[in-house]
Nanobody, 123 residues
Framework: QVQLVESGGGLVQAGGSLRLSCAASGRTVSSYTMGWFRQAPGKRREFIAL????????LYADSVRGRFTISRDYASNTLSLQMNSLQPEDTAVYYC????????????????WGQGTQVTVSS
């Protein structure tokens, strides 16, 4: 079993930055691919980024590539998302997920999800 708890969301002006964290607990969390999704009001959940269990594979959505950076700290079992140059369209609830698959489709069907953290970007 894996438990995921996100933090770091908040209100920021356009062009600003935020850093999200996802604290993971569970005996085998280091063996999972982890990633971030977001869901804006009235929209479907959207893939943002993933990082494979060994860190060798990192994928980003086109909408955030070059602005967001995903990383994970194996010592503290923490997944992070550094978000720069935020825009109002980045406003959403951000979720972290953990799965055995290293694909976007696989991660979207993950068994383990956090409760989400709200990010609001004002114009």
């Amino acid at each position: 079993q894996v438990q995921l708890v996100e933090s770091g969301g908040g209100l920021v002006q356009a062009g600003g930055s935020l850093r999200l964290s996802c604290a993971a607990s569970g005996r085998t969390v280091s063996s999972y691919t982890m990633g971030w999704f977001r869901q804006a009001p009235g929209k479907r959940r959207e893939f943002i980024a993933l990082i494979a269990r060994n860190g060798a594979t990192i994928l980003y959505a086109d909408s955030v590539r070059g602005r967001f950076t995903i990383s994970r700290d194996y010592a503290s079992n923490t997944l992070s998302l550094q978000m720069n140059s935020l825009q109002p369209e980045d406003t959403a609830v951000y979720y972290c997920a953990a799965a055995g698959s290293t694909t976007v489709v696989g991660l979207a069907s993950a068994n383990f999800w956090g409760q989400g953290t709200q990010v609001t970007v004002s114009s």
